[in-house]
């Protein structure tokens, strides 16, 4: 962190269509939507954090380096391929790309 700002905490959010919103106009249907849960954002302000969503269609790797931290908020289940191991029966929605 820079002397005297307060911390830069990146927030990714989820991408989703207009169809996955209930009550979204017809001519947004089929359009991309990236979520965040103001929720989140607050807390990170009121903790003096300046918080900063994190659109899917950037380069990561470029954002680490403005960034003092990173918080990753909880949601649908981690596909289980990614660590080796097989679904569970009771594995919830997965996300992939948010994965």
């Known amino acids: 962190m820079k002397s005297g700002k307060r911390p830069v905490i990146g927030l990714p ?10 009550g979204s106009p017809e001519v947004l249907l089929d359009l991309p939507v990236d979520l965040y849960m103001a929720d ?3 807390g990170v302000h009121q903790a003096g954090g300046l918080p900063v969503h994190l659109p899917f269609d950037i380069d ?6 403005l960034l003092d931290g990173l918080l990753l908020a909880g949601g649908t289940d981690i ?3 990614l660590y080796g191991a097989a ?3 009771d ?7 948010r994965d």
């Open 60 to 65: 990561f790797a470029e954002m680490v380096e």
């Open 87 to 89: 679904p569970d029966p």
């Open 91 to 97: 594995l919830l929605d997965i996300e992939a790309q």
């Open 40 to 42: 989140y954002a607050g």
């Open 79 to 81: 596909g289980p391929a």
């Open 13 to 22: 959010g989820r991408r989703k269509t207009g169809r996955d919103i209930v």
